[in-house]
């Protein structure tokens, strides 16, 4: 089949109103879903992961959270997200009884996973900011949590947003293994026009071209979320 | 108002404070003076327990700060800090910097709506005069990171003051700052003295220590080698440690 031919084939397909609807109205739709949602949960259980990683450890409690978030930690970083999801919606959930749904399953798995990525990048962040914030928050009477909250996080927060931006960039990419669990993300409906047509080579390409333009959108965003962050700095 | 007794602070196996007894009263002001590693800056952060103590008791208002269990939270409103570098808050603008902390605290002892709108507009008042005080009420808005080395210094200053507290810590608070600074933040720290603040200084300032102290002590090896008026310190040095620092620095 000529080059021309396959473009009709595909885009034959592909204008039709009902598969336009489920490109754009479920698959993307889902794909950013889970990658946003995931992030926001991920920079969640990020922040009070890379918060008991920072704190001092006299105390016993302090200890024990720190193991729990190690093997956490370990767990997340150290099996792939395909694993994570198979056996949260094939073994984990059917065994507590709980239906949750693919798209939710998919959202939370994610969260969980990119959780365990961003604690150490918030980690990092917190670090980068100086210690004399802390003391002075603590001097003036204020607790650690709460001088973490309103000082030193939201400072760790601007360091780190161009690694956070990787971190969604990333995990747009990666909700690409949803249909593992019967998700409907961009991919799985790039991959159907290509079942109904038997051609994959301009649905593919054009399924890369929508990655590409939607990678490129989140940088902007992002760049234009850092210039409004640095307000509080004379650098611009 | 501050009891010290036999304070150390070890880190590992070298002893940066070796039992110091010492106490500091209501309307003194204390300055510290010393060569480096002599352990004034850590005696003066174990006071507010910046540092914790390895042994002996910091006692304030009749309680232990050194103890564990003591909130020390509500202690350090009493006492307030000023830094060497300053330490503004980054992210808040010079007006926040210095409602903060009076917020944050005030706020969990008021119940309703209207009552905690007056009491963030009293806090409000209040930091908008204490940056008239200094002269920065028109920086109000802008972030510290605008700010010159004297002028934040000053912020702080009066970040602290705003707690109302009832004894001052000055960290080495011109040290970090260009010479032609030091002045404004001196002339700040000598009207709280003149207004009978409390208050204890680490400095290398020389004149300052001997114009603003009441007592001044010389510390070396963790100890207070020697302690008076600044007459008697800088007028008659009588450990021979303390003659050869003056004859360095004066």
């Not at chain 1, 995931?38 to 992961?49: D, P, Q, W």
């Not at chain 1, 593919?204 to 700095?233: C, N, P, Q, T």
């Not at chain 2, 005080?133 to 009066?158: E, F, N």
């Given at each position: ?9 595909f ?5 039709n109103?009902d ?9 993307l739709?889902?794909t950013?879903?889970?990658a946003?949602?995931?992030?926001l ?6 922040t009070l992961?890379?918060t ?5 450890k006299y ?5 024990v959270?720190d193991?729990?978030?190690?093997v956490?930690?370990g ?18 959930l059917?065994?507590?009884g ?18 365990a990525?961003?604690?150490e ?9 100086d210690s004399?914030?802390?003391?002075a ?14 000082i030193?996080?939201p ?5 780190i947003?161009?690694t956070?931006g ?8 990666d ?8 998700v ?7 991959q ?17 071209l929508?990655y ?6 989140i ?5 234009w979320?850092e210039?409004?962050?640095?307000k ?5 | ?10 880190y590992g ?12 009263h ?5 300055v510290?003076?010393?060569p480096s ?9 174990c006071?507010n327990c910046?540092e914790?103590?390895?042994s002996?008791?910091?006692?304030f208002?009749?309680e ?7 909130d020390?939270?509500?202690h350090?409103?009493?006492?307030g800090?000023?830094?060497q ?9 010079v ?10 605290i005030g706020?969990?002892k008021?119940?309703?709506?209207a009552a905690?709108?007056?009491l963030k ?8 005069e ?6 920065l009420?028109?920086?109000a ?7 010159s080395?004297?002028?934040k210094q000053?912020v702080?200053?009066?970040?602290a003051l ?15 700052l260009d ?15 003149n207004e ?14 001997r114009?603003v102290?009441?007592?001044?002590f010389?510390?070396?090896g963790?100890?207070?080698m020697e ?13 021979e ?10």
């Amino acid at each position: 089949m000529d080059i021309v031919k396959m473009w009709q084939v595909f885009w034959e397909k592909f204008s039709n109103p009902d598969t336009l609807k489920i490109v754009f109205g479920t698959g993307l739709i889902n794909t950013l879903l889970i990658a946003v949602l995931g992030l926001l949960i991920g920079i969640v259980i990020g922040t009070l992961i890379a918060t008991v990683k920072v704190m001092p450890k006299y105390k016993l409690l302090p200890r024990v959270l720190d193991k729990i978030c190690s093997v956490y930690v370990g767990f997340f970083r150290g099996t792939p997200i395909v694993v994570q999801l198979l056996l949260t919606y094939y073994v984990l959930l059917p065994l507590c009884g709980v239906s949750f749904g693919s798209l939710n399953t998919a959202i939370l798995v994610f969260g969980l996973n990119s959780g365990a990525y961003v604690s150490e990048i918030m980690r990092g962040g917190i670090l980068s900011v100086d210690s004399g914030q802390m003391e002075a928050g603590r001097a003036v009477g204020l607790s650690y949590s709460t001088t973490m909250m309103k000082i030193v996080v939201p400072q760790a927060v601007k360091n780190i947003l161009p690694t956070l931006g990787n971190e969604l960039i990333a995990l747009v990419k990666d909700t690409s293994v949803v249909s593992f669990i019967a998700v409907v993300d961009l991919y799985k409906t790039f991959q159907e026009i290509g079942n109904r047509t038997y051609e994959y080579l301009m649905p593919y390409l054009f399924m890369a071209l929508i990655y590409i333009v939607l990678v490129a959108l989140i940088s902007l965003g992002i760049k234009w979320m850092e210039r409004s962050l640095r307000k509080s700095d004379r650098r611009n | 108002m501050i009891d010290v007794i036999n304070l150390t602070k070890k880190y590992g196996d070298l002893t940066v404070l070796d039992g110091i007894t010492e106490t500091i009263h209501e309307g003194e002001r204390v300055v510290i003076v010393g060569p480096s590693g002599s352990g004034k800056s850590t005696f003066l952060r174990c006071l507010n327990c910046m540092e914790d103590p390895t042994s002996g008791s910091i006692i304030f208002d009749g309680e232990d700060l050194a103890d564990m269990k003591v909130d020390i939270n509500r202690h350090r409103q009493n006492i307030g800090m000023v830094f060497q570098q300053f330490n503004l808050f980054n992210n808040k603008t010079v007006l926040e910097n210095i409602t903060l902390a009076p917020w944050l605290i005030g706020r969990k002892k008021v119940k309703g709506r209207a009552a905690r709108a007056e009491l963030k507009a009293q806090i409000t008042a209040r930091a908008h005069e204490l940056l008239q005080r200094i002269g920065l009420d028109d920086w109000a808005d802008k972030y510290p990171s605008t700010l010159s080395g004297g002028q934040k210094q000053r912020v702080a200053i009066v970040r602290a003051l705003a707690m109302n507290p009832k004894v001052i810590l000055f960290d080495e608070p011109t040290s970090a700052l260009d010479p032609e600074m030091v002045g404004e933040v001196l002339d700040l720290i000598r009207q709280l003295a003149n207004e009978g603040m409390t208050m204890v200084i680490v400095t290398h300032e020389m004149g300052f220590a001997r114009e603003v102290g009441t007592r001044v002590f010389f510390m070396d090896g963790g100890n207070i080698m020697e302690q008076g008026t600044p007459q008697e310190v800088f007028g008659n040095p009588k450990c021979e440690r303390l003659q050869n620092f003056l004859a360095k620095v004066l």
